[in-house]
């Protein structure tokens, strides 16, 4: 059972309290709006603009590159971790823009 549905099982089981059944159309009402501004954050917002600069940067580079060379090789990424870098690689790993080679102990990275 969802919250919302709790919510109105208790108002309907206690429909004879009206503080009762005012909270859990507050509560219900909290709910619906907190499904509605379901809208990217900030954050997601700027790693969506940092995920084109580390595609566009893979095509410009044109071979498999190591984090730390993407990041040292692209402007647009100086001053990003390499944790970040990473993190959104395997975004774009997963949604298959990407693709991750194994040479020794480097991991390396290009477009697909």
């Known amino acids: 059972m969802t919250k919302k549905e709790m919510y109105g099982f208790i108002a309907t089981l206690l429909a004879d309290n009206e503080e009762v059944v005012d909270f859990c159309q507050h509560q219900i009402d909290l709910l619906d709006a907190r499904k509605a501004s379901t809208g ?4 997601q917002k700027e790693n969506l603009g940092i995920l084109e600069d580390i595609k566009m940067s893979l095509r410009n580079i044109d071979v498999p590159v190591t984090v730390t060379d993407l990041i040292n090789l692209s402007p ?3 001053g990003l971790t390499n944790q970040k870098v990473s993190a959104l690689l395997r975004k774009l790993m997963a949604e ?3 693709e991750k080679t ?3 102990k480097k991991a ?3 477009l697909v």
């Open 108 to 110: 390396l990275f290009s």
């Open 76 to 78: 647009a990424l100086h």
């Open 102 to 104: 194994i040479e020794g």
């Open 40 to 43: 990217l954050s900030k954050t």
């Open 96 to 98: 298959g823009a990407v």
